[in-house]
């Protein structure tokens, strides 16, 4: 049994700014991302270049940031947005949501993929392998802040949060950060080192992010206004969650049928 370290979330303080570890980590999700699809489009017929790079990251964070606030706000505070709608803006509150991050992202790909004739799958695709990095940093930054603890457990890894309770939990957002982080970048990255069909790269991260968000929510203590959704145990991460794995086993189908269909007789 561990004990939660109670962190300090603010990390540097100048003057009366206070820089905090949450959006440290953000930050390490942008410039990793950048130096590594740099890295990507200087390899040979890459079809990138630096330019184009800067830009996608441009649009990628704005669709992280505001995405994932409004999707928070709305799957999972619908409540306090219908009292006050101006909440959607209270950033400094706290509440990101992956899900609507990822709709966010959606959105900005689409538009930026119009401004340089890019097929949105061309750009997702091409990106799709870094967003790993960005999520783990995001599940360091949630446990650092103490927030999103597991459910009670007799684990020998187990932790108490002590701003929580006296219980022993799943130090979940590690979990997250090992399988969403770590673990689901070395397949991504692995996957898309060869040329692979349109639709695979990002079918591959639709489906594994969905299994590994999917499995973990079983351990992860479920918003108390929200509770369970479903059965007992389907938490509003595993409900927003299992379309992805679905479309991702989808594009992945097409992307089979699509190289199949391009070999050779």
């Keep these: 049994m561990f004990v939660y370290p109670e962190i300090d979330p603010v990390a540097i303080s100048i003057g009366p700014l206070d820089i905090r570890w949450y959006g440290l980590m ?81 959105l900005a790909v689409w538009l930026y993929g119009r401004k340089i004739g890019k097929t949105m799958f061309e750009i997702l695709d091409f990106g799709a392998p870094i967003v790993p990095i960005g999520l783990g940093a995001g ?45 689901l970048f070395s397949i991504l990255w692995f996957y898309s080192s060869k040329k692979r069909p349109l639709y695979a790269v990002s079918g591959m991260f639709a489906f594994w992010y969905g299994v590994f968000r999917f499995s973990v929510e079983f351990v992860r203590q479920p918003d108390a206004h929200i509770g369970y959704i479903a059965f007992g145990w389907l938490t509003m991460g595993q409900l927003l969650t299992l379309p992805m794995m679905i479309v991702g086993l989808f594009l992945l189908a097409v992307a089979r049928k699509s190289q199949q269909q391009n070999q050779p007789a």
């Design 26 to 106: 953000y930050l390490t999700g942008f410039i990793s991302g950048f130096l590594l699809l740099n890295y990507r489009a200087k390899k040979p017929n890459s079809g990138w270049n630096t330019e184009e790079v800067s830009d996608l990251i441009f649009y990628g964070a704005l669709g992280v940031v505001l995405g994932a606030r409004a999707g928070y706000v709305l799957f999972y505070n619908f409540s306090a947005f219908l009292e006050n709608p101006l909440t959607m803006f209270a950033v400094w509150e706290g509440g990101m949501s992956f899900h609507g991050g990822f709709l966010g992202v959606l």
């Design 139 to 183: 599940r360091i930054g949630n446990f650092i802040g103490g927030e999103l603890w597991g459910r009670p457990t007799d684990v020998p890894w187990g932790m108490v949060f002590p701003h929580v309770d006296s219980l022993v939990r799943h130090p979940s957002q590690l979990y997250q950060a090992t399988l969403e982080g770590l673990v």
